[in-house]
């Protein structure tokens, strides 16, 4: 318990200096995530479209950017084109934040200064990914519930929160990614 001692001070330190960032970031993310579920009726409407569409899916370069495609309607098509570009926003996300207050301050120094006050040595790293976390499941939970709010045939408010614990789970992977290497690496 020594190695994390008062990381809550520095969970608030670090809701602090963020106190732009964090918001933006996670009102960006939601809105990426949800811009374009009202207008997936109106993208694949009458059945051409749809054919259109699943023969797309079907070309090796989609598969490959996107995985194979599990569902035919509104909802898995939604999920299938938007769930990595959100993810990708999310490991920017998550990369930025955690090198900035993991390697960043290391190597300005303020972690030496962090270090002369009763914080244990582990407490930057556990502030850093549990904001990180607590952002992460926060962006999730709102982009479920912006998507069910706009309640599009197809996508149902099981698809929504399945589709947003995705994007949390993705994001948060980054996070642990960055901070693992943040430690490895110069």
């Not at 194979?68 to 920017?92: D, K, M, P, R, T």
Request: proline share 3%; with cysteine.
């Amino acid at each position: 318990m020594a190695a994390v001692h008062n990381f809550t001070a520095l969970v608030r330190l670090i809701l602090r200096r963020d106190r732009l960032f964090l918001p933006c970031w996670i009102l960006g993310l939601v809105v990426l995530g949800c811009f374009f579920a009202p207008m997936m009726p109106d993208f694949m409407g009458d059945e051409a479209s749809q054919e259109v569409m699943r023969e797309m899916l079907k070309n090796p370069a989609m598969i490959a950017m996107m995985g194979i495609s599990y569902g035919e309607g509104f909802g898995a098509v939604y999920a299938q084109f938007l769930l990595v570009w959100v993810i990708i926003g999310g490991a920017i996300f998550n990369i930025m934040f955690v090198m900035r207050h993991t390697r960043k301050d290391e190597e300005e120094g303020r972690l030496e200064m962090l270090a002369a006050l009763p914080v244990g040595r582990s407490a930057n790293l556990l502030a850093v990914l549990l904001v990180a976390l607590v952002a992460d499941a926060l962006t999730g939970a709102l982009t479920a519930v912006a998507i069910a709010a706009f309640a599009v045939e197809g996508i149902d408010a099981a698809g929504a929160w399945c589709f947003g614990a995705s994007v949390a789970a993705g994001n948060l992977t980054f996070a642990g990614l960055a901070a693992l290497f943040a430690q490895l690496c110069s």
